[in-house]
């Protein structure tokens, strides 16, 4: 991967620019995306955030090499802390992180986000959390994805501000298996879920072997619910 050839994971993600869109990549590590996103004209310029010295310093470094200074501004700092109200950013990308850590930097940033149109952000785990966060938070769930890469898979979620409860008819499993995603049921969804509940399977095993405690009863019950819930969906 290079900034003139993405991942088919952040190739999906870039497809949900909006042409002419101001964006914002947090996270970005080597500015990959924002450059492919400016050179192919999906977006009309772009701030790469990043916290860690050496992925901010190969980010310059891309962006320098890619000639596009003029365009894509690369910032250091934690999260959303890198935008100011008057970058008028349209668009908040932020991928290939653990969906907690995702919902801490949307958290913590929050009220950076009043002229944010879309959120497009790829939780490399727990979508459910970064689903609820948009939900809780008024964002909508416009559409989603479901790729498959190197064997794995990658759930990609678009959100724009609007009504949270649109997508949703069963609000727990949807949140849990993405409601657009589970109307398509697509191979990639199949495959996801049937490896997904091999290893929570595993896991009950172990903990039916665990002392029998209120706390190992809990979590036993939190997974026997979820692994009835998606076997019922892949049957
Ligand atoms: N977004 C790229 C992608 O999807 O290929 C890079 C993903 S990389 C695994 C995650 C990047 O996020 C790392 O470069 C890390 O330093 C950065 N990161 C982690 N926490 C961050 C935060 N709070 N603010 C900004 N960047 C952060």
Request: aromatic share 6%; glycine share 6%; with cysteine.
């Amino acid at each position: 991967m290079n900034s003139e050839k993405l991942s088919k994971r952040l190739e999906t993600v870039v497809s949900f620019i909006e042409p002419g869109m101001n964006i914002a990549d947090i996270g970005s590590d080597h500015a990959y995306l924002p450059c492919y996103a400016v050179r192919k004209g999906l977006a009309c310029s772009a701030i790469a955030g990043e916290v860690a010295a050496g992925p901010y310093q190969s980010a310059r470094k891309q962006v320098k090499a890619a000639k596009l200074a003029d365009k894509i501004d690369v910032r250091k700092g934690d999260g959303l802390a890198v935008l100011h109200l008057s970058d008028k950013v349209d668009c908040v990308i932020i991928a290939g992180m653990g969906g907690a850590l995702m919902t801490e930097i949307l958290t913590a940033g929050k009220h950076k986000l009043s002229s944010v149109s879309r959120l497009i952000l790829q939780p490399n785990i727990a979508a459910e959390k970064v689903r609820k966060w948009l939900y809780e938070q008024n964002w909508q769930l416009i559409d989603e994805r479901l790729i498959e890469e190197d064997e794995k898979y990658y759930e990609i979620l678009v959100a724009e501000q609007g009504n949270p409860a649109l997508p949703y008819t069963d609000i727990t499993k949807e949140l849990l298996l993405g409601p657009f995603l589970l109307k398509n049921k697509e191979k990639n969804f199949r495959e996801k879920w049937r490896a997904e509940l091999q290893i929570w399977e595993k896991i009950l095993q172990e903990l039916n072997k665990a002392e029998n405690k209120e706390a190992t009863r809990a979590k036993k019950e939190a997974l026997r619910q979820k692994i009835e819930m998606v076997r019922e969906e892949l049957s």
